[in-house]
């Protein structure tokens, strides 16, 4: 036995000076077929599903990667599944290779879990709830920093075990009202999310930094041109949150990038450089504005708009105060150390009210609005609160001698020196109002919308807008759940500590569909070779004779240096076979026919599915001449 | 670029002339580090679980492969799921090597499937029925021939495409009532489950034949040893039901097995060489009674079981017709073309009572019963309903002058031909009974359960007993679901057929505890080389100076080599460490330690865990000796 093994393999495996960790030995002679068409299901479609409105949806229902099961609900089909699991490969090789490790939870997790941690009832309608036969309550999960959390929870003691750095690739489920566009927006879908476990801040700074270089050798490896995305401008110091988006024509998000340097943000959190000079204090804008005329009421009949004030004063909207009702759940208290210890804050259960004022030309922006006053959702007020609230009807909010609700200004409104703002009375305005004088503000945040045109935080360029999908988010999530669940560890001393946790998502199913979407042509898909189903597809004119010989012999030395084959053997017309070569993609088209064959140096035609031409290759070093080419790009892709 | 990686990889692979299909290359260097205990996370226990009375339970929480999230729900921890990934690699492997195409459907599956195949109302209780925000049906699938069907269905048109053999490994729920034993009976697993679609039954039967091969080597290659049952006897032809079962303990199923031969059977199916010498006819029956004595009446006061009219009369139990009055529910009308069109079969809605008569000394299997009379369920009458139909408390029935309901007999019975049964009133029992003379059955069948000590029916040797849980089942479905969802295809002029199906299920969290069932002693697992999370353990006495280095350094070589090398560099006791080494059973142990290292002819310890004794080995040759070891013994697994 040792001898009949000792050779090959031995010399296989031996020589290379290369690292061969985890290849699997010896290989079982009987998995060494070919794959033929006819032998595989790969059902390809001439028509389209009629809701398939974007190119990966359609292609992958065209060529035969995915079917429909309900709505939101698929199936992978062989093809498709051989794209996806060398997704998942990608991603499981990055996540080891910075340590990270994997596990496998339940899916279905139990209901008590989510109640410890609060999101049994803060989830929302997204959150599939289920009920076995006992009355128990269990969640399907969506994501499973709970499971993680309680793993943790059972093991840590000590400051030794720490940092913790673990993960799953697993099926996931998010009841989605309106699911579309095919597994970009799908019920159930499959995720890679680790969690990471930290004694310190530094330690889940590391980590999250790791996340986010691996994140961007995962998108790199998959052939995606993603726009990583960060929730704070990397000058404020370390980020907290990354988005990594793809562009995209149905995207979920709104994207602001600069045209001069690199950054990037979502519109929710996206910050701008001001094109305003605000006070350094209080004190200086009560300077300013000793000159501004005294304040004054007037009669503004009919007016409700900024733009119709604007143009009966003739005066420009960066010269009013918008000023806005709004209500806001689960408001932190303003004790200060609710900021650290946000799972015993004292919440307030009803709604707050909040008048909120902006300069006259800009927006709110609501994502921004409850981050500042710590609470979970904000939105306006009824017209019947700010009539209750203003003592006017909507339309004549304004800061000044409002009573009974905190102001909260965006940085735009301090900078405001002789303004004009609603004067708490139908058809009435103020004035020659000025901030510091007339009225002041308990809190001065940054609250606009940031637009298209304005200027760039870092480097002050211009901001453009683009629309785009999220593929992965790395996040600092803190003692959310760590605290809520009690999780804790002993430090050197025998003190003990809550551990801060990180977050980091990335969804398979989207980022393969994105894959399809960034590369395909009115034929077809052109898949990267990194996750590409085969690598190359052997088209033999007629599948017969000296052509069948020649196709079926290259196919296996194909197979034998390691490269993926699909050999259609079917009785189609050249035709039909190149337009389904086209349509799956495969990177490398190897045809052999009879012309070519023919003569002293028979020939086959090489074509790459993202080149229109095709190259006549010697059939004695098209092995090799394939071989190499296919290697030394997967190498790239990989090493890149 | 391509020069770079011309020589080593690519002598690598193409020296060799063994196959390499899937070897994905190239490798990335910065994969390639020793893990390190201290690195990943073994949360080894010295307590065990309270309520794990089996091994595999035990052992799977004490070396730190699982933990627990709820009642029959599970996570696998690293270690864990380096195995579970390789029983799945194995199986992987053996689906392809027989054609067998993955898909991967979604685990959420539409009710309304579900309620097509008719399986919705039922599947009864273990079906986890769940219902979206909108309302939706929702089944969590716990075998998916419904979306199987579902999928061809839609691609299904000619004969040509069949047959088609479909699988995936995917995540089931079970609604268990009781979940035990770890992941032995969890509510949610991970199952293989293969369907295969065919036109004909020929075509069946090699599939099926092609899944017993490919689930024999499977076991094979997991190390463990697999009873194979089959449903009916393989003396009667193509067998259409197969069970792959373990012997344990606490096994949901008893298995008899022959002394002599390889028949075995589940107790719910098992048959025996008959004891008595029916005759051949109702006439031969006939005959013999002729010289039977007179029916007549005796009255047994006082006398209910068996055993006491045995002493009372002096006679033996296999003279006695035992008599049960069974309600069977759905029964299949006696519509001869029932039996070919299962799905359109009228049923009665009501139970169906009938009386079921055996030899006294044996006893009734109801599941053969319930399949002889198409019944999905049987069970015994009330008292109430014996009293009603037989005019007599229970205790009295017999076949003979039994009105309104038919009588069913076991084979047993026609052989009686001076027996003894109740005479349908209170302590009055017909003596000198004989069957065709004083009664008939409408139907007899093969009812009888067999025990130990029964005869093989292949050899006729002595049956015996044991305990066993179901591993895998392989399955000619036959029509069901294929009828019941309408699949149909066009044969060669033209006709439309609807195709055959058959089922393979293997549970992969049972076949991994049950790996270790088999494979463990008092320290811990002893993993078969197969399957275990690491092949190699490197024990440094201490992990510092010269034997940090050479631990570092074999580690490293032997990863180079394609082992899987768990490096112990914890600063505890080497008594800790060897003992947390036997509880995780790493196949291979290597203790580096200082006093082996010194001198002119440095030593390292090799252990085997299956073995008792160590050998001290030269550390020069040790690389080599242990991988040309690993190597023999992975080949003979994978190609026994």
């Known amino acids: 036995m040792n001898r009949a093994l000792a050779s090959p393999e031995k010399a296989l495996i031996s020589q290379g000076n290369a690292p061969l960790r985890s290849l699997s030995f010896p290989r079982l002679s009987r998995y060494d077929e070919t794959m033929k068409v006819t032998q595989t299901f790969i059902p390809t479609l001439r028509e389209v599903p009629a809701d398939a409105v974007i190119a990966s949806h359609r292609l992958m229902f065209r060529a035969g990667l995915l079917r ?31 340590g990270c490790l994997e596990i496998k939870p339940s899916v279905v997790v139990p209901g008590e879990l989510w109640k410890e941690s609060g999101r049994w009832d803060s989830m929302g309608e997204a959150l599939l709830k289920l009920k076995n036969r006992l009355g128990a309550d269990f969640v399907m999960s969506p994501t499973a920093e709970e499971a993680f959390t309680a793993i943790v929870r059972d093991e840590l003691s000590s400051y030794r075990q720490l940092p913790l750095s673990l993960y799953q690739i697993n099926t996931k489920y998010r009841d989605e009202v309106r699911p579309r566009y095919g597994v970009m927006r799908g019920r159930e879908f499959v995720m890679k999310d680790a969690y990471t476990f930290h004694a310190n801040e530094e330690s889940l700074d590391k980590s999250y930094q790791d996340m986010g270089r691996a994140y961007r050798r995962i998108f790199r490896r998959c052939g995606l041109s993603v726009i990583p995305v960060k929730a704070d401008s990397g000058a404020m110091g370390g980020s907290g949150s990354e988005e990594f988006m793809v562009e995209s024509e149905i995207g979920d998000n709104t994207l602001l990038l600069c045209k001069s340097c690199e ?24 300077t300013i504005a000793a000159s501004t005329p005294p304040i004054e009421k007037i009669d503004t009949p ?42 015993e804050a004292e919440k307030s259960s009803a709604g707050k009210f909040f008048a909120v004022c902006i300069r006259g030309d800009l927006d709110i922006n ?20 700010v009539l209750r609230l203003t003592n006017a009807p909507v339309g004549f909010a304004g800061p000044v001698g409002l009573k009974g609700i905190p102001v909260i ?14 004067a708490l009375a139908k058809d009435l305005h103020y004035r020659h109002v000025a901030y510091g004088r007339d009225f002041e503000a308990s809190m001065s945040a940054d609250l606009r919308t940031v637009k298209a045109g304005d200027n760039c935080p870092l480097c002050g360029g211009e901001l453009y807008e683009k629309k785009g999908n999220e593929l992965g988010h790395i996040f600092k999530l803190g003692y959310k759940y760590t605290r809520a669940m009690n999780v804790s560890f002993l430090d050197e001393n025998g003190k003990s500590h809550t551990p801060t946790m990180g977050c980091y998502g990335i969804g398979l199913d989207r980022t393969l569909a994105s894959v399809i979407e960034e590369h395909h042509d009115d034929d077809g898909i052109i898949w990267p070779l990194s996750v590409a189903p085969y690598q190359v597809i052997v088209v033999p004119i007629k599948y017969d004779g000296a052509v069948k010989e020649a196709a079926d012999k290259l196919s296996l030395e194909l197979i034998r240096e390691g490269i993926e084959v699909l050999l259609d053997d079917r009785e189609e017309r050249p035709g039909v076979k190149f337009k389904d070569a086209d349509l799956i993609g495969i990177p490398y088209r190897v045809v052999i026919g009879d012309k070519n064959l023919a003569g002293e140096n028979p020939k086959v035609e090489v074509k790459r599915r993202c080149e229109k031409e095709s190259r006549l290759v010697d059939i004695n070093t098209a092995v090799e001449d394939i071989t190499e080419k296919i290697r030394a790009e997967l190498y790239e892709f990989a090493n890149s």
Chains 1, 2 share one sequence.
């Open 68 to 98: 429909r099961l309900g709505n939101g609900l698929f199936a992978y089909l062989p093809l498709g599944l051989r794209s996806f699991r060398k997704v998942e490969k990608i991603i499981r090789e990055e996540m080891d290779a910075i």
């Open 263 to 286: 950054y990037a943000a979502n519109v929710e959190k996206a910050e701008c450089k001001p094109d305003f000079s605000p006070p350094s204090s209080l004190d200086e804008a009560k």
């Open 302 to 343: 009919e007016i409700k708009t900024i733009e119709e004030l604007c143009s009966f004063l003739k005066a420009d909207a960066k010269t009013f105060i918008k000023t806005l009702i709004y209500k806001a759940e689960n408001v932190e208290s303003e004790n200060p150390s609710a900021e650290k210890n946000s799972a």
């Open 366 to 385: 609501e994502t921004k609005l409850a981050a500042a006053l710590k609470a979970s959702e904000v939105s306006l007020a009824s017209e019947a609160d």
């Open 409 to 422: 200004a965006d940085f735009s409104v301090s900078s405001i020196n002789d303004g004009v703002c609603g």
